[in-house]
């Protein structure tokens, strides 16, 4: 069966410092891979999305990056943090090619920015 | 572009009580429809889906009919618990695009 994994789940950092965030994806091959994030009382905001590797798609300008150095690898990045940037960040990934469009979620991350 | 509307929380209900959480959206074609839950400290979890028009998705006791003429997919569930407290998400996706959520409903329970 397939998992996904992201990481850290808890993330306190101070403004402008760095970040990533792990995801990895067991159990299935070339899968589509999103970032969303979640801000305190908003709904989710697509951030990336990825087909393939060394595929990014950005959603939303912003100081935050991704790559997807392997298969089943989404980092999500930033080299200075903002205090927006605090939220929970969720990890995602869907089949390729067309299907019923189900999203399999990560247990998400928490970042606070101070 | 598509989009999801849905009805603004919290919602406080108590136990046994009926639920009805809105949705509606916008899109061309015929998209696929998602209800998500997210309990607290968690990601999302797919809770059911309809794939075209007069399909009922269904799951846990929650019910969603894909509605084509009004473009709604309201989730229902007969009775409530305090274990449904969670935030629910409406969702969509057409053909090979990308999902578009809507903002989410916070429904709370109350025993």
């Known amino acids: 069966s397939q998992t996904i994994h992201q990481w850290p789940a808890t993330l306190v950092q101070p403004v402008g410092s760095p970040l990533s965030l792990e995801c990895t994806v067991e159990?299935?091959?070339?899968?589509?891979l999103y970032w969303y994030r979640q801000a305190a009382g908003r709904g989710l905001q697509l951030l990336f999305y990825?087909?393939?590797?060394?595929?990014i798609s950005s959603e939303v300008p912003q100081n935050l990056s991704a790559s997807r150095p392997q298969d089943r690898q989404f980092i999500l990045s930033s080299k200075k943090l903002l205090l927006s940037d605090s939220g929970f960040y969720l990890c995602?990934?869907?089949?390729?090619?067309?299907?019923?469009?189900?999203?399999?979620f990560g247990e998400g991350s928490r970042l606070t920015v101070l | 572009g598509d989009s999801v509307t849905q009805m603004e929380g919290p919602v406080t209900l108590s136990e046994e009580a009926f639920l009805t959480i809105n949705c509606t959206y916008t899109a061309t074609g015929y998209p696929s429809l998602f209800w998500y839950v997210q309990y607290p400290g968690e990601g999302l979890q797919l809770l059911l889906k309809?794939?075209?028009?007069?399909d009922k998705g269904s799951n846990k006791g929650f019910e969603a009919t894909y509605r084509k003429e009004t473009t709604s997919f309201h989730l229902e569930k007969g009775s409530v618990q305090v274990s449904d407290s969670a935030v629910y998400f409406c969702?969509?996706?057409?053909?090979?695009?990308?999902?578009?959520f809507g903002t989410g409903t916070k429904l709370q329970v109350i025993p």
């Open positions: 309809a794939t075209k028009a007069d």
């Open positions: 995602a990934w869907s089949p390729q090619g067309f299907n019923t469009g189900e999203l399999f």
């Open positions: 159990g299935t091959s070339n899968p589509n």
């Open positions: 990825s087909v393939g590797i060394g595929q």
């Open positions: 969702a969509l996706r057409r053909g090979y695009q990308k999902v578009t």
